[in-house]
Antibody, heavy 120, light 110 residues
Framework: QVQLVESGGGVVQPGGSLRLSCAAS????????MHWVRQTPGKGLEWVAF????????HYGDSVKGRFTISRDNSKNTVYLQMNSLRVEDTAVYYC?????????????WGQGTLVTVSS | QFVLTQPPSVSAAPGQKVTISCSGS????????VFWYQQLPGTAPKLLIH???QRPSGIPDRFSGSKSGTSATLGITGLQTGDEADYYC???????????FGGGTKLTVL
C-alpha cells in the first residue's frame, strides 16, 4: 500500500531554514510527480510546490517562490522541501502528496504531515 | 480570500442528504477536473472524488460529485456521524499555474 512519511519539522526562528523529507513506498516513485501542501493551524489547505516524476522542472505557489525549493531523489524514493527565509506565516503542518495521474496536477495519497513552527 | 468558494459549514441529520458547493471560474473549475477531499479531525486529507465525479475504490457510493460550468458539487446521502469532517474542493488553475483549494466546508451531522 502507498505510504508517505514526512520528517524534518520542528521549531525555527524567523529567517531560519529547515529541510523537510518525505519517504515514499508502495508505488513506483520514479513514475509520479510529487507535491507539498501545507495547512495552517485551524485553517485551510494551501498548495506549496510540485516536482514532476523526473525532477525536470519545479513549480511553486506564490507565497513561497524564491524561498522554498522542492527536489527529489528517485534512487532514495524521497522528495524534499528546502525552506529558507522562513516567516511566522509559514507555520503550518506540511504534507507531501502523490500525484494522482500524469497531467492531473492533483493528488491522491497524502502523508501524515510534519509540523513546522516559525517563532522567535 | 480563496479563489474557490465553499460554504463554511453545512449540517443535516443522520440519514439525510447534504450538498456542498464549490464555485470558481473559467480558468480553474470551468476547464479542469475537480477533486474533493475529506479531512476527518486530526488526520490527513483523503481523496473522495476525482475527475469531477469518479470515486476511488473503497469510497462508498453515498458520496457523489458533479460539475456544471464553473461550479462543482459534492453530495453525501445517508449521512452518518462518521461523516463529520472538513471537505475541500481542489482543481488546477491554468492562469495562476497553481493548484487551488476551496476554503473548506465543515460538515456537522446533528
Amino acid at each position: 500500500q502507498v505510504q508517505l512519511v514526512e520528517s524534518g519539522g520542528g521549531v525555527v526562528q524567523p529567517g531560519g531554514s529547515l529541510r523537510l523529507s518525505c519517504a515514499a513506498s508502495g508505488f513506483t516513485f520514479s513514475s509520479f510527480a510529487m507535491h507539498w501542501v501545507r495547512q495552517t493551524p485551524g485553517k485551510g489547505l494551501e498548495w506549496v510546490a510540485f516536482v514532476p516524476y523526473d525532477g525536470s522542472s519545479k513549480h511553486y505557489g506564490d507565497s513561497v517562490k524564491g524561498r522554498f525549493t522542492i527536489s527529489r531523489d528517485n534512487s532514495k524514493n524521497t522528495v524534499y522541501l528546502q525552506m529558507n527565509s522562513l516567516r511566522v506565516e509559514d507555520t503550518a503542518v506540511y504534507y507531501c502528496a502523490k500525484d494522482f495521474r500524469a497531467g492531473s496536477g492533483l493528488f491522491d495519497y497524502w502523508g501524515q504531515g510534519t509540523l513546522v513552527t516559525v517563532s522567535s | 480570500q480563496f479563489v474557490l468558494t465553499q460554504p463554511p459549514s453545512v449540517s443535516a441529520a443522520p440519514g439525510q442528504k447534504v450538498t456542498i458547493s464549490c464555485s470558481g471560474s473559467s480558468s480553474n473549475i470551468g476547464n479542469n477536473y475537480v477533486f474533493w477531499y475529506q479531512q476527518l479531525p486530526g488526520t490527513a486529507p483523503k481523496l473522495l472524488i476525482h475527475d469531477n465525479n469518479q470515486r476511488p475504490s473503497g469510497i462508498p457510493d453515498r458520496f457523489s460529485g458533479s460539475k456544471s460550468g464553473t461550479s462543482a458539487t459534492l453530495g453525501i446521502t445517508g449521512l452518518q456521524t462518521g461523516d463529520e469532517a472538513d471537505y475541500y474542493c481542489a482543481t488546477w488553475d491554468f492562469a495562476l499555474s497553481a493548484v487551488l483549494f476551496g476554503g473548506g466546508t465543515k460538515l456537522t451531522v446533528l
